[in-house]
């Protein structure tokens, strides 16, 4: 059930009513975006076939050879998962395109894969259009093989390639840079340590305006965005408090504050929401040594509610095998967690609910009869601005209320889980809002399993 209202705290002075966005409002594609929730990383390209992490930059071509590659089968079990995107790494760090760029040899087009003439990057587009899936493109800005990287010319080639990309592909829904830049490489046989100005090299205004010029509606993420922002960790955390704004002029890909990623700004300059970014395994490309520690769905579970539950997208990433393919492993743990999500929010007991308006900071779900349930979701309207600083949510027990939950920030989705409550009615106070808030849901589900204490460790990239 949504309840749309404005709701007036009472300490603003008189009944001001949610007319006038308050503060940094997001776009339609952020918008958009945000409805994604739950979407995918595929990360696929030599070190699928070395057993590392970051390629060098210097892999043969010819290693890059799926035996089995089927992209039908990658984006439906993604798809079955609840995704509602996926993310290629067109070019990692390694320099290898997994599309045959005119601009460079180091390419599917000289690999033995289909004799040299595969486009993983078409198939993966295709597939994703045939199951109903939005397409993201991951291009490095670093490139550990290109002769040219940290000089101008190479800019000219990753230009290049972005636009190969963002016109060869369809619709592209988002665009992620990495903030890994320069470093030791193969670099056409240099073999050297090469670095760069992370502010200023890839004069990230121009080059963020081909992305605009060519596919408008695209997001383009990064540790300053424009759209969309980096979470702060690789764990799929959000902060306890995420505020979908953001003071982002100051920072660029590769050069943020994880605090302020992580948690936001408030007051914020710019609408800027977080991507949480996690691997379903260890590591980011396939280990076939990494078989038996692929994450439970409970863990999965746990990311979702401490990434969508806070406001931010949930990305996971499914790194196919050297087959191509999505492991066993990974579809087994991905179907449990299907059936977790479905069977919390399959039934919503507040549909059907008397909603009463106590006052003008209070509202109460009537739900008729006792109800059982650990799970309250909140939104707000977005396009009105985040407006909501804290709030508290009571249960009616024994005559009276009592508190059973607070928290700070809603933005596009707060949920809150603890232990079971059985009661007939839910109250949501607003407690702290420099403006009248408009709260466009209050639900309450039943998830099937309890929280675990903690999620596992973080995971880095690096080898």
């Not at 007319?19 to 995918?40: H, N, S």
């Not at 990360?43 to 892999?59: C, I, L």
């Not at 240099?190 to 121009?206: G, L, M, V």
């Not at 890909?253 to 970014?277: F, V, Y």
Request: proline fraction near 6%; glycine fraction near 8%; aromatic fraction near 12%.
């Amino acid at each position: 059930m949504k309840l749309i209202a404005c709701l007036v705290p009472a300490f603003c002075a008189g009944a001001i009513f949610a007319v006038e966005p308050y503060g940094p409002v997001p776009t339609p594609r952020q918008l958009a975006w945000q409805e994604l929730e739950f979407i995918g990383f595929l990360h696929f390209t030599v070190n699928t076939f070395t057993d590392k992490e970051w390629g060098y930059g210097d892999e043969a071509e010819s290693v890059f050879n799926p035996t089995a590659f089927d992209a039908d089968q990658i984006v439906r079990a993604a798809k079955d998962a609840g995704m509602k995107q996926l993310i290629l790494t067109c070019k990692h760090h390694d320099g290898f395109c997994l599309w045959p760029s005119k601009f460079t040899e180091h390419s599917v087009k000289n690999s033995t894969w289909k004799d040299g003439k595969g486009d993983v990057v078409r198939d993966i587009s295709d597939a994703c259009r045939r199951h109903g899936l939005k397409f993201g493109i991951y291009l490095s800005p670093w490139d550990r093989n290109h002769k040219d990287y940290a000089t101008p010319a190479y800019i000219t080639y990753f230009r290049n390639q972005l636009r190969e990309l963002l016109t060869s592909y369809g619709p592209i829904s988002e665009v992620w840079f990495d903030g890994a830049n320069g470093g030791d490489g193969y670099y056409g046989g240099a073999r050297e340590k090469r670095k760069i100005d992370n502010k200023t090299y890839y004069d990230w205004p121009n080059t963020i305006k081909i992305v605009r010029d060519l596919q408008p509606d695209a997001c383009i993420f990064s540790d300053a965005g424009p759209d969309v922002r980096w979470v702060g960790n690789e764990r799929g955390i959000a902060g306890e408090t995420c505020w979908a704004t953001l003071n982002r002029d100051n920072f660029s890909p590769g050069n943020a504050d994880r605090k302020s990623l992580n948690q936001g700004d408030r007051p914020g300059t710019h609408w800027l929401p977080a991507e949480c970014d996690v691997s379903i395994r260890p590591g980011w490309f396939y280990h076939a040594s990494q078989d038996d520690k692929v994450r439970s769905p409970e863990n999965l579970l746990d990311l979702y509610f401490a990434s969508v539950g806070r406001g931010a997208v949930f990305l996971l990433n499914l790194p196919p095998d050297r087959r191509g393919l999505i492991h066993e492993n990974d579809v087994k743990s991905l179907q449990g967690f299907r059936k977790l999500i479905d069977a919390t929010f399959t039934k919503n007991f507040a549909k059907g609910a008397k909603v009463n308006e106590v006052s003008a900071t209070e509202r109460i779900l009537d739900l008729g009869k006792p109800v059982t349930f650990n799970v309250v979701r909140l939104r707000e309207n977005l396009l009105r601005g985040q407006r909501v600083e804290a709030f508290t949510l009571d249960q009616w027990k024994d005559g009276q209320w009592v508190e059973f939950a607070s928290g700070t920030s809603i933005g596009h989705c707060r949920l809150t889980r603890g232990a079971k409550i059985t009661t007939n009615k839910v109250r949501l106070r607003i407690t702290q809002a420099p403006v009248s808030p408009a709260i466009s849901e209050f639900s309450v589900f039943l998830c099937p399993v309890e929280p675990t204490p903690a999620v596992k460790p973080e995971m880095k990239k690096q080898p």
